[in-house]
């Protein structure tokens, strides 16, 4: 199994910046994409950020410019690192990533942390 346990999640004032960060942990074979997924009351996840064990990332729209999202692949974590906020980035955002096991290491499935809460002040 792998683990994912998220940090930094907080309430901040539009305009603020918070930094979210992911570790993965468990019998880890090997990871390839991990990502940033948002739920918003009332509306369905949305991805907000991922990236490539290469390093490729893609961005939801509504964070491009203001959203960087990288990783340590040493320590098997993952970085959101959000500034500009605005109230309408309020939500629990959740870690995922795609990743193999060394009981299973041809098997990739997906795998989520708890979730963290991110609440933007207006």
């Known amino acids: 199994q792998v683990q994912l346990v998220e940090s930094g999640g907080g309430l901040v004032q539009a305009g603020g910046s918070l930094r979210l960060s992911c570790a993965a942990s468990?019998?880890?074979?090997?990871?390839?994409?991990m990502a940033w997924v948002r739920q918003v009351p009332g509306k369905q996840r949305e991805l907000v950020a991922a990236?490539?064990?290469?390093?490729?990332?893609n961005y939801a729209d509504s964070v491009k410019g203001r959203f960087t999202i990288s990783r340590d692949n040493g320590k098997n974590t993952v970085y959101l690192q959000m500034t500009s906020l605005k109230p309408e980035d309020t939500g629990v955002y959740y870690c995922?990533?795609?990743?193999?096991?060394?009981?299973?290491?041809?098997?990739?499935?997906?795998?989520w942390g708890q979730g963290t809460q991110v609440t933007v002040s207006s």
């Open positions: 468990g019998s880890i074979f090997s990871i390839n994409a």
């Open positions: 995922n990533c795609n990743g193999a096991t060394f009981t299973a290491p041809g098997r990739y499935r997906d795998y």
């Open positions: 990236i490539t064990s290469g390093g490729t990332t």
